[in-house]
């Protein structure tokens, strides 16, 4: 087994992870950066997503584990005073893995016929800075209305707790293998209209918005911000990739849900 690993730069999350280092060398367990078996995560949820964007062109033989330095998050399942379980656990690997839905985004943008491909964990946004965006929406390749509003948002079933969920969408669970599109203020009056409402995609559908060429946009992919020129056009569809994370401890899904946004049980 080869394991890589990935932290943030806080000084206490450095020293987390040389404690870790130190731990697998005395057991054996080698380290390699380029080719790793197994990506161990130290920080936060965005910590795990910057490890999952670095090793995505290895998505497909790579299972995740994530150790967090603060609050529990819903892809760290480890403690940094549980190093030493996690080391057994690595010792008495069986490459068993639980696995997640991706999200693949497809960028066409108007000064290239180049088409841009990117992986989301959480999800993708398209916004307007400084005025309204307009973009046509088809699903499944057929017109479905023209929207108007601050921006669109696309989610994978586990980015549905992030961003999606500030914009009142739905939590949807990751046996789902489905997307989500959430409004990002959306303008509905006698003039413009818009469904309004979240909408959960089928994953034989694809979601597509062609925005009105005047000005620049912004687009996200998770924490990534790509660069802020004229779009053609974006795809969206469930991706035939999946995450992977080594299912030692992974907690339930409700049960990351429960924790992170309603407290402990009684």
């Known amino acids: 087994m080869k394991v890589a690993i990935v932290a ?68 760290t399942d480890w403690q940094a005073n549980e190093l030493d379980d996690l080391v057994v656990s690595l010792l008495s690997d069986n490459d068993q893995a639980v696995t997640y839905p991706l999200l693949e985004v ?32 088809y699903i499944g390749g057929e017109f479905f209305e023209r929207f108007r509003g601050d921006g669109l948002c696309v989610s994978t079933p586990t980015g549905s707790t992030a961003y999606n969920k500030s914009l009142g969408g739905a939590v949807v669970h990751p046996d789902l293998d489905v997307m989500q599109v959430a409004e990002i203020s959306s303008l509905n009056n006698l003039v413009f209209r818009t469904l309004g409402s979240p909408m959960i995609i089928s994953p034989n559908d694809t979601v597509k918005f062609i925005p009105e060429q005047e000005t620049e946009f912004l687009l996200t992919v998770d924490a990534m911000t790509l660069p802020q020129k004229k779009i053609a056009q974006i795809s969206y569809r469930v991706s035939k990739h999946r995450i992977r994370f080594a299912k030692y401890r992974h907690n339930d899904f409700w049960d990351r849900v429960q924790e992170s946004f309603i407290g402990s049980k009684r």
């Open 8 to 75: 943030n730069k806080l000084a206490k999350t450095q020293v987390i992870k040389q404690t870790l280092l130190q731990k697998l060398r005395d057991n054996g367990i080698g380290v390699d950066d380029q080719h790793p078996d197994i990506v161990i995560s130290i920080g936060g949820d965005g910590t795990l997503l910057s490890a999952f964007h670095d090793y995505q062109d290895q998505v497909d033989r790579i299972r995740f584990i994530g150790v967090h330095t603060g609050h529990l998050g819903f892809y």
């Open 106 to 137: 497809k960028v066409q943008f108007a000064d290239t016929a180049k088409c841009r491909e990117y992986l989301a964990l959480n999800e993708s946004a398209l916004k307007k800075l400084s005025a309204t965006l307009v973009t046509d929406v």
